[in-house]
């Protein structure tokens, strides 16, 4: 067996908290000590190593290049203890899938399946938190984040779960007989400028000016379309529940793609084995559907 350096296990624990959260006065939060005891262990662990770890900076640590190299090495070493600690105390091992979603993909896809998911994979559990599509995984301690869009992220890998082809919306009563009665109503908008002109080429017709107000959020503009307030571009796999119970009506046929949703990790993380099983499974369950 090779000789092993005398190991600083506290402090290189507090390296990796600090370093997944962003912050000493998180890390210290999980920890359950004190800020300045999570500064003392940094401030050894970079004395023993004579390298600086993290920069400082106003809106929280970034790790150096030092840091970077030793983060994943840390965290995947941490997380095999963990498990063998759990299957060698004879306990019923549950591994854990922190992940954050874009709100749309958790309310109108996730959240509904989640159970048929941990009845299938019982040693799983997912902890989700939800999000604007503007998400910092290590920051907010996630293992994976699933986003909307084209899958080009800096410094992430994105994994594809399935396209989002979008088609106007509207309430059960409004009259609309063919696109061109469209620009007659309140076009509600999202932040993403480029849909309503894109789905307007795709049914052949010119997009109107467009002064509808804009949102944020899909299950916002849902709410508004189901009250008769304007007709919204909306991803149809994620509202397929209100427009089949009649809440919400799809009056055309064409669609346009702009986006899809995947499943994100950093590039210098690898996926856990718990998140690449939630992967899978969301991959058969949206091939089955």
Known sequence: MPDRPDIPLNALRSFEVAARQGSF?????????????????????????????????????????????????????????????????????????????VTTFATGWLIPRLEAFERAHPGVTVRLS?????????REGLDAAIRFGSGHWPGLEAHHIMDAPMAPLCAPGLELRRPGDLPRHRLLRSYRAEEWPAWFRAAGESCPPLAGPVLDSSNGLAELVAEGFGIALLPLPMFDRQIRSGR????????????????????????TEPTCRLLDWMRETVFAS
Do not use: C
Not at 73 to 98: F, H, K, W, Y
């Open 248 to 271: 919400l009506r799809r009056p055309f046929e064409p669609v346009v793609t702009l986006g899809s949703y995947w499943l994100t990790v950093p590039k210098d993380r690898r996926v």
């Open 25 to 101: 006065t998180r890390a210290a939060i999980e920890l359950r000590v004190t800020q300045a005891a999570v500064s003392h262990q940094i401030a050894r662990l970079e004395g023993l190593l004579g390298l600086t770890l993290f920069h400082r900076t106003p809106a929280g640590l970034v790790l150096t290049d030092a840091g970077q190299s030793l983060f994943p090495v840390l965290e995947r070493g941490l997380d095999d203890i963990a498990r063998m600690i759990e299957r060698i105390s004879g306990g019923q091992p549950t591994e854990v899938v922190n992940l954050g979603a």
């Open 130 to 138: 939800t999000n604007n599509n503007r998400v910092e995984i290590a």
